[in-house]
């Protein structure tokens, strides 16, 4: 039955829908030169649908509604405002993008792949988190492939797609042998079967090893990271920024959910797992990302660290790790936005994305400039900015579940981080372009990306400066698991 508090829960998504379809409806009767301005259509949409949903959305005592399929609590509702934020600036970003912001269907996609994070943040059944995963997915392989002239481009969006529905295939066999062993798909149902003793420990982490095939690569954890730094280079920027962060939490969003509440009881085995993916995570990807070039690239590697760095959260299995986890999730969706949208702007006027070519931005564009030092300062955990607070949060996490080598060795990942991102603000502020006149050379910063990168890099501070109700939102999404 179809209540109101079925209607409350799922009103995101259903806002979602409703500008999908206003924007099927204009857009036919925009001549092509303004229809860059979908843009503005869907990021205020979705801001106003933020608004809405936090004053007449907000969760009350955890439900589940839609015949248990979603649950409504704190932690999908927190999720999916990071979500439709995401989109939001990454709508911005993308008008301004002269290969796609001009596309309709650029902004369906985005809406629609937006729809399925949402879902997978609040699913509460194997089969809702599945057809979520799949809802997300598909339009961003589309996405990722989307400037066909760009050879880069279709490689990036084979690529993706050719990993994912693989990934996705070994995830779905984990899915379905669960199911199998339990004869339910709801998730919070198989933790009681494990604790009367129905399925084997063998079999229990022979499954999750399968789901954490396709889980892992959504959130690119070494050894599943390998599509990211191709895909990343070939896609359009904005919707790199957008599968770096909006991607990304919705992952974690689903191995916090699915590992926290239906397998506690295996928490020794899987803990340690994930502590080791962990480790290698980090490594690895700060690691490949000293000898890069590319911008893009070296982000797509520093993603790849932070996933390890946020999996800490997640070992530590306890109230402060999973808030971690979502806190740390917002200062780093708020970041790497900003990151990529930098790389983006800084690309209309360079015309390249190697960080030597960015030898005196500083005095190209000192705010630019700025701004860049402020998303690159909090990527590597420097305060007072989003991420030192990100960073500390779960490496106490780590330090009060006794992981403490792995805290260690995230310390030392860090400091390898600080070098590299350093090391492009070295081009940025002390050299200069040669034989030329910086002030020849100026980099112009439209009004959408003006607008996007100030929103996005004061959060950056504020959510290193005022995190008290950062902390507090991420801890009451976080009691729901427990």
């Given at each position: 039955?179809f209540?109101?508090?079925?209607?409350?829960?799922i009103?995101?998504?259903i806002?979602?829908?409703?500008?999908?379809i206003?924007?099927?409806?204009?857009?036919?009767?925009?001549?092509?030169?303004?229809?860059?301005?979908?843009?503005?259509?869907?990021?205020?949409g979705?801001?106003?649908?933020?608004?809405?949903?936090?004053?007449?959305?907000?969760?009350?005592?955890?439900?589940?509604?839609?015949?248990?399929?979603?649950?409504?609590?704190?932690?999908?509702?927190?999720?999916?405002?990071?979500?439709?934020?995401?989109?939001?600036a990454?709508?911005?970003?993308?008008?301004?993008?002269?290969?796609?912001?001009?596309?309709?269907?650029?902004?369906?996609?985005?809406?629609?792949?937006?729809l399925?994070?949402?879902?997978?943040?609040?699913?509460?059944?194997?089969?809702?988190l599945?057809?979520?995963?799949?809802?997300?997915?598909?339009?961003?392989?589309?996405?990722a492939g989307?400037?066909?002239?760009?050879?880069?481009s279709?490689?990036?969006?084979?690529?993706?797609?050719?990993?994912?529905?693989?990934?996705?295939t070994i995830?779905?066999y984990g899915?379905?042998?669960l199911?199998?062993?339990?004869?339910?798909?709801?998730?919070?149902?198989?933790?009681?079967?494990?604790?009367?003793?129905?399925?084997?420990?063998?079999?229990v982490?022979?499954?999750?090893?399968?789901?954490?095939?396709?889980?892992?690569?959504?959130?690119?954890?070494?050894?599943?990271?390998?599509?990211?730094?191709d895909?990343?280079?070939?896609?359009?920027?904005?919707?790199?920024?957008?599968?770096?962060?909006?991607?990304?939490?919705?992952?974690?969003?689903?191995?916090?959910?699915?590992?926290?509440?239906?397998?506690?009881?295996?928490?020794?085995?899987?803990?340690?797992?994930?502590?080791?993916?962990?480790?290698?995570?980090?490594?690895?990807?700060?690691?490949?990302?000293?000898?890069?070039?590319?911008?893009k690239?070296?982000?797509?590697y520093?993603?790849?660290?932070?996933?390890?760095?946020?999996?800490?959260?997640?070992?530590?299995?306890?109230?402060?790790?999973a808030?971690?986890?979502?806190?740390?999730?917002?200062?780093?969706?708020?970041t790497?936005?900003?990151?990529?949208?930098?790389?983006?702007?800084?690309?209309?006027?360079?015309g390249?994305?190697?960080?030597?070519?960015?030898?005196?931005?500083?005095?190209?564009?000192?705010?630019?400039?700025?701004?860049?030092l402020?998303?690159?300062?909090?990527?590597?955990?420097?305060?007072p900015?989003?991420?030192?607070?990100?960073k500390?949060?779960?490496?106490?996490?780590?330090v009060?579940?006794?992981?403490?080598?792995?805290?260690?060795?995230?310390?030392?990942?860090?400091?390898?981080?600080?070098?590299y991102?350093?090391?492009?603000?070295?081009?940025?502020?002390?050299y200069?372009?040669?034989?030329e006149?910086?002030?020849?050379h100026?980099?112009?910063?439209?009004?959408?990306?003006?607008l996007?990168?100030?929103?996005?890099?004061i959060?950056?501070?504020?959510?290193g400066?005022?995190?008290?109700?950062?902390?507090?939102?991420?801890?009451?999404?976080?009691m729901n698991?427990?």
């Amino acid at each position: 039955m179809f209540s109101p508090q079925t209607f409350v829960a799922i009103l995101p998504e259903i806002l979602i829908l409703i500008l999908g379809i206003l924007i099927l409806i204009i857009e036919p009767f925009w001549k092509e030169e303004r229809r860059s301005n979908l843009g503005w259509l869907t990021a205020v949409g979705l801001t106003v649908s933020i608004i809405v949903c936090l004053f007449t959305a907000r969760p009350g005592e955890p439900a589940f509604v839609l015949g248990g399929m979603v649950r409504f609590d704190w932690l999908g509702f927190l999720f999916k405002m990071f979500f439709m934020f995401a989109a939001a600036a990454t709508a911005l970003l993308l008008m301004e993008n002269d290969k796609v912001g001009q596309r309709g269907e650029v902004y369906i996609l985005l809406l629609a792949s937006t729809l399925g994070m949402n879902l997978m943040a609040s699913a509460s059944n194997l089969v809702m988190l599945y057809l979520a995963i799949e809802t997300t997915s598909i339009p961003l392989y589309i996405l990722a492939g989307f400037m066909l002239g760009d050879d880069k481009s279709t490689e990036a969006g084979f690529k993706y797609m050719l990993y994912g529905a693989f990934t996705s295939t070994i995830m779905l066999y984990g899915l379905s042998l669960l199911f199998g062993f339990s004869g339910t798909t709801d998730i919070y149902k198989l933790v009681e079967l494990f604790r009367v003793g129905t399925i084997s420990p063998v079999l229990v982490f022979g499954v999750l090893s399968l789901i954490i095939v396709g889980l892992g690569f959504k959130v690119s954890v070494v050894p599943f990271h390998f599509w990211a730094p191709d895909v990343y280079e070939g896609s359009p920027t904005p919707v790199a920024g957008f599968l770096s962060t909006a991607s990304k939490a919705a992952g974690f969003a689903v191995i916090t959910r699915l590992f926290f509440v239906a397998f506690p009881d295996f928490s020794a085995g899987w803990t340690m797992g994930l502590a080791v993916l962990s480790a290698v995570t980090m490594t690895v990807g700060n690691l490949l990302a000293l000898p890069q070039k590319n911008l893009k690239r070296l982000l797509a590697y520093s993603s790849i660290a932070h996933a390890g760095y946020a999996l800490i959260g997640v070992v530590a299995f306890s109230e402060l790790g999973a808030t971690s986890v979502v806190f740390y999730l917002a200062a780093y969706i708020l970041t790497n936005l900003a990151a990529f949208g930098i790389v983006m702007a800084a690309w209309r006027s360079i015309g390249s994305d190697e960080y030597e070519d960015y030898r005196g931005l500083s005095r190209r564009s000192p705010w630019l400039a700025l701004m860049m030092l402020a998303a690159f300062l909090s990527l590597a955990g420097m305060p007072p900015f989003g991420g030192f607070i990100a960073k500390v949060l779960v490496f106490a996490a780590g330090v009060q579940a006794d992981y403490i080598w792995l805290v260690v060795l995230g310390i030392l990942n860090s400091i390898v981080g600080l070098y590299y991102y350093l090391n492009v603000l070295k081009y940025v502020y002390l050299y200069r372009m040669a034989d030329e006149d910086e002030s020849r050379h100026p980099v112009h910063l439209s009004g959408a990306y003006a607008l996007t990168l100030a929103i996005l890099v004061i959060g950056v501070i504020l959510i290193g400066t005022i995190f008290g109700p950062w902390f507090g939102w991420s801890s009451a999404a976080a009691m729901n698991l427990f």
